[in-house]
């Protein structure tokens, strides 16, 4: 009797060591960090379906980009570049409900023409953004970029952006 006390406690156990490690790794924060992770490797490996599903079909922001645009530059960073890599500092990820707020760092090095250097972002000085992702079927994806600094392109980006009304 003692030792299928000890089994079934042990057994339970178990379940709620399993049961928690579940909740956590299903939970949307951890999902989205993981999308995250299969996006930058699309991205350094080149594979430009797999940066595309992260983007919702209904993206739009204030810099007049959509879905087409964003993927459009992304492919052309990825033909005026090779070797790409991304330095991402953690990923800070706020859900709330269906719709969650991701703030991201990061720089691009990639090397063109023989020359290796940074595409977007420098050291000390990266690309800053937060993006508004929700979830859509089959899953989370971004739906628009709310803030957007490029140190290369900081007068540009400002002078593209639509007028808060």
Known sequence: MTSKR???V??????????????RYLSPEQVIRRQ???????FEHEKILGVATTISRS????????????????????????DLTVELDPPAVEVDGETA?????????????????TVAGRPGEPVSTTQRW???????RIVTTETLDIPELR???????APRR
């Open 155 to 161: 007068d540009e980006l400002d002078a593209m952006r």
């Open 36 to 42: 995250i992770a299969r996006t930058v490797e699309a």
């Open 101 to 117: 707020r991701v703030r991201l760092r990061f720089v691009v090095w990639g090397t063109a023409e023989g020359e290796r250097g």
């Open 6 to 8: 000890l089994t079934l």
């Open 59 to 82: 993206y739009q922001d204030d810099w007049g980009m959509s879905y087409e645009t964003i993927v459009g530059h992304v492919q052309e960073v990825m033909d005026a570049f090779g």
């Open 10 to 23: 042990v057994v339970a156990a178990i379940a709620v060591v399993i049961g928690a490690w579940l909740v």
């Open 134 to 140: 929700h979830k859509e079927p089959p899953g989370w």
